[in-house]
């Protein structure tokens, strides 16, 4: 099963990254990052806190700002230019530690406010698919509920369908079961695996090992800002080279 | 230690709790006897509130409501403790009005009618139905009062079919009533302050010109330079062209009401043309204010900030005075520029910095992630504050955006010390000058205060209940 999701990708560059550095007023957060995404991969970033990563996938739809190097995502380079920045979000989809739904609009209403306001798309329009990835995501009951009502996996299923309802090329994972109860991370992870079959672009920061074995096509091992270890999933976790990326590994495998 | 396994064989059913949890019990226990000092404290609030009433009802149920003047009122007392109330049925309409003519009373109750109307689409916003219900019983209010203050048939029936249509307009087509809400400050303050119908028209027409040349220019200039180009358009018109044209106008097609100048208004009316322009005006400003201070433009930055903490460090009569002493300096000579609406302006820009505060804090109290979800969808700066920050921020900030408003509404009474005829101060003054009632201290102070109270504590309920309205979290 695993194969037959990794057949889905092609050489075309999604997300090219040259050189990127950043820094948070004097400390070196992310140090010479080089990286190119081909559309259709899935790739996982894992790392102990405090190594980038979660900077690393802000960066790539400017909710952070590089100060040094390249970021092109699907042929627009990030700039200052709020044109491209603009254009970069509605392409690029992101998914939230803390799910960051609407509180004040329903679920329905989180799901169509993009699509109406950014894509121009009739309301009614944008709520048949608003309700396709609720279907999708399993939960079009819940569409006229507020988010407050909807635990907490339901929460992240919803705002994995509102960034789907933009239609993204490429979507981003912020550790997004981090903040769940061992219940409910399954339904958000088989959310997410069924996403990767369809051969959506993907980068998930998560700690999901069985996720990474499952779906990625490569995992990616952080530390200090900077990019240590890369590898398939099957050689990374059976044979890693670093030795920080092995203590890593004994650390949250080891229980 | 023996055999700790455990197996349960049935879930158990929830069942009642215990009668001292539930009903008049548990009330009573827990909120006036869950302790001996507690228990003591309710007592003691007890009897406190019956020695009150047993002083003080005599006083109010004697009172005599007849009468000419106050030794009327001792005579008919003959001796008893008792309030005179007949100074309210003697000069009630002094209190509400002023100094308006009598026989215009109508226009001040209508136009008072007309701004519940104008409110509708945001009182209950959407529940249509209550607001139909709420203008029709307006109407049924309005017409009961116009009678009851002798107004001619005419003007009765002119606002039974006002009223009819506005009833009619809510009930089928509730977004319509928009245009009436829009309309409202310049068809109050021409019902109000009469004249010539063209003058607010020209005015309102400033607006409609604003509005044009922003949509024609605005794709080539971009939205700032075309609101820059169509706010210069607007004030070019407003200055010197507006003038010309409504007096040609006029000259035309002479329609209008007797115009009634600032100084004929006085007591509540004086109270709420203030507070209510000052109110809704001071909201929108606040909420830019708010924004300006959080930019990330310096300029902009610096500009807010300066004028926030301005305002905040100047004492309320400071600016009162400048309105009606300094502001003239700076005009051309000969310039009539009204008092109230000199007062109004200033009080308004008083007002919007306190809000602008109060909505800041609201949006300093959003968790980033608002703000990153907003931005990673692609939403635009301003559609991200329309759409996700202000109607969060603005719940956020009702209780406190509310008490700024309660706190100006009665600020409004401070417009005494710059001459003009307030209800507890001016009008006070002036009915006490008078030598039948010379002498009565609490009569006006109860009346004129439970006004202001139910004024006042209608905007309190309602904000609780735009919370309670406005709560997503549970259902």
Known sequence: MANAAKMTQTDEIAIQITGMNKWYGTFHVLRDINMSVVRGERIVICGPSGSGKSTLIRCINRLEEHQKGQIIVDGTELTSDLKNIDKVRSEVGMVFQHFNLFPHLTILENCTLAPIWVRKMPKREAEEVAMHFLTKVKIPEQAHKYPGQLSGGQQQRVAIARSLCMKPRIMLFDEPTSALDPEMIKEVLDTMIELAHDGMTMLCVTHEMGFARQVANRVIFMDQGQVVEQNEPEQFFLNPQSERTKLFLSQILGH | ?475
């Open chain 2, 1 to 475: 230690m023996s055999d700790i396994s455990f197996v349960r064989a049935e879930m158990l059913p929830p069942s009642e709790p215990p009668i001292s949890e539930r009903g008049a019990v548990k009330w009573l226990h827990e909120n006036l006897f869950s302790g001996w000092l507690n228990s003591i404290l309710t007592v003691l609030a007890v009897v406190s509130v019956y020695y009150l009433i047993k002083g003080g009802s005599p006083w109010v149920i004697n009172g005599v409501w007849t009468g000419d003047s106050l030794s009327d009122c001792r005579e008919a007392l003959a001796g008893e403790s008792g309030a005179c109330w007949a100074i309210l049925v003697e000069r009630w309409n002094q209190f509400l009005f002023g100094f308006y003519p009598n026989t215009e009373y109508w226009r001040p109750t209508l136009t008072f009618a007309l701004l519940f109307v104008a409110l509708a689409p945001v009182l209950y916003y959407g529940l249509n139905r209550a607001n139909a219900i709420m203008v029709g019983i307006v109407g049924g209010v309005l017409v009961l009062s116009l009678i009851a203050l002798g107004t001619d048939v005419w003007h009765i029936l002119l606002s039974v079919l006002v009223f009819a249509a506005l009833t009619a307009v809510a009930w089928l087509a509730p977004k319509k009533l928009v245009y009436m809400s829009l309309a409202f400050p310049a068809l109050g303050f021409f019902i109000l302050w009469g004249g010539s119908v063209w003058g607010p028209i020209g005015a309102m027409a400033g607006l409609g010109i604003f509005a044009v040349v922003w949509r024609l220019t605005q794709r080539v200039l971009g939205d700032v330079v075309a609101g820059g180009v169509g706010l210069i358009v607007a004030v070019v018109w407003w200055l010197w062209l507006q003038t010309v044209v409504t007096t040609a106008l006029h000259g035309l097609i002479p329609i209008g009401l007797e115009a009634v100048d600032s100084d004929q208004f006085g007591g509540f009316l004086l109270s709420f043309v203030i507070g209510v322009t000052a109110i809704s005006a001071s909201l929108p400003i606040g909420i830019v204010l708010a924004l300006g201070r959080r930019s990330d433009m310096p300029l902009v930055k610096m500009l807010c900030v300066g004028f926030i903490e301005f305002v905040r460090g100047v004492p309320l009569i400071t600016m009162l005075f400048t309105a009606s002493l300094l502001l003239q300096y700076f005009l051309p000579p000969q310039t009539n520029f009204d008092l109230v609406l000199r007062v109004i302006i200033l009080v308004t820009l008083f007002s919007a910095a306190y809000i602008a505060e109060v909505v800041r804090g609201g949006l300093a109290a959003l968790p980033r992630g608002q703000y990153e979800a907003a931005d990673a969808l692609g939403l635009d700066y301003w559609q991200a504050q329309r759409l996700i920050t202000m109607p969060q921020a603005l719940k956020i900030s009702i209780p406190g955006i509310v008490s700024s408003f309660i706190g100006l509404f009665k600020d409004t009474t401070l417009v005494a010390l710059v001459g003009l005829a307030d209800p507890l101060q001016g009008i006070r003054k002036i009915v006490l000058a008078d030598i039948d009632w010379k002498g009565i201290f609490w009569e006006p102070f109860i009346f004129v205060g439970l006004i202001f109270f139910v004024v006042c504590f209608s905007m309190s309920r309602y904000s609780m209940y735009l919370e309670r309205k406005l709560k997503t979290d549970h259902h």
